[in-house]
């Protein structure tokens, strides 16, 4: 066992609904030595993947491991040193005798996800440990679902987009290019959702829009986006879907 490889799961564990979570996601949990979650550091209190993780395997060894996540831009000191004490807690883990740990986080590992900064700051001093992740479901799948609307058909482009900084992003989308009848999905838009709501109405987007905000949570909200005015919360996602005209349009 000693020489055992060391192995670094990042887990997908959902938008927030514990039932989310895929079968090889809560084994890779089950047969962890050690689950490590994010919190928010300044906050000690149960973070939304330690609760869908405590659903299924109230018991696991559980490490919280303090993040920025209230962080708003770029590359800060506080942003820094959070990534670098994450990482000493799992390499830590790792020295003590742990071989396998697996970091749960929200919706999917490789998708916004706090997880790639922690595995490249593990592997910058861990060369040796093996990095994989399981992926999971995400907010927009959630949305989808929830609200019957068909994320993409036939030739749609399908655009993921952050909506946390401002809506250049969307409003180029949005434009008269190539990628003008895309389904858009917009992530963390929830307080410029007033100027997103605006650049979707400007391009006779707004009515055809949904949104929801702290998917598969219990306090879950969907809404009509032409029903929705005013800040939401951070935590919200937007999926403008394309235009179809009638079944097999866009094959």
Known sequence: MADETAVLTGVGVGPGDPQLLTLRGLAVLRDADLVV??????????????????????????????????????VTGRRSNAWDRAAALVTDAFAGGARRIAFATIG???????????????????????????????????????????????????????????????????????????????????????????????????????????????DQALAAADAVEGELPYLTTVLAPAARTGRGSKL
């Open 37 to 74: 979650v994010p919190v928010r550091d300044d906050a000690d209190e149960e973070g939304h993947a330690e609760r869908i993780v405590r659903a299924h395997l109230p018991d696991a060894p559980l490490l919280r491991a303090p993040f920025a996540l209230t962080e708003r831009h770029g």
């Open 108 to 218: 999917d590992p490789n998708v916004y996800s706090t997880f790639g900064y922690l595995a490249e700051t593990v592997r910058g001093t861990r060369p040796d440990v093996t990095v994989t992740t399981v992926p999971g479901i995400t907010a927009m799948q959630e949305l989808a679902a929830a609200s019957g609307t068909v994320l993409c058909e036939g030739r749609e482009p399908l655009i993921l987009l952050p909506a946390n900084a401002d809506t250049a992003l969307l409003e180029t989308v949005l434009g008269d290019g190539p990628l003008a009848g895309a389904s858009v999905v917009a992530y963390k838009g929830g307080r410029r959702w007033p100027a997103l709501r605006a650049a979707l109405a400007a391009r006779g987007r707004l009515t055809a829009a949904v949104v929801g905000s702290r998917l598969g949570r219990p």
